[in-house]
């Protein structure tokens, strides 16, 4: 894993790709877990004998539960250790581009995008992908901002 110390350090690997985490086998409990937490029970998420019939053969994950697993894989990737809070300030921009089957295993890259000063400190952006393992598509691929307090 990479450690940021300093704003500088987070300027200087921009374009860098960071990664890959190690691989997360998203089970069918886990999804059950988010569903019964964000209270989306649609059943291709939930029902595995109806979603057998469907046109993914089974299960798939919610797109969201993919997002949410971001800061999993961050943690694995790298830390920033600069001082101060760091505050999620939220996504510029996220797609799913394939579906992720229940089952599946998925890992991430990163990639600083952008750093620039704020008032308050620094705003980082970065550019994450969620690859799906024997898959050619990504099943996530976001930018998130993230405020580094000073």
């Not at 295993?105 to 550019?127: D, M, N, W, Y």
Request: proline content about 5%.
């Amino acid at each position: 894993m990479r450690s940021f110390t300093a704003v500088e350090e987070l300027e200087n690997a921009i374009g860098e790709e960071i990664g890959p985490s190690d691989w997360l086998t998203i089970t069918q409990d886990r999804v059950n877990d988010f569903a019964d937490a964000t209270g989306d029970h649609q059943w291709i998420h939930v029902d595995v004998e109806r979603a057998k019939d469907s046109p993914f053969g089974g299960t798939i994950v919610h797109g969201y539960l993919t997002l949410a697993l971001l800061p999993h894989f961050t943690g694995e990737l790298f830390a920033l250790a600069t001082p101060g809070a760091k505050l999620n300030y939220g996504t510029n921009k996220v797609r799913f581009p394939a579906p992720l089957p229940v089952g599946s295993r998925v890992r991430a890259t990163a990639s600083i995008a952008e750093v620039s000063e704020t008032k308050a400190g620094a705003q980082l952006v970065t550019t994450y992908t969620i690859e799906v393992e024997g898959s050619d598509k990504p099943a996530c691929v976001a930018e998130t901002v993230v405020l580094l307090l000073s």
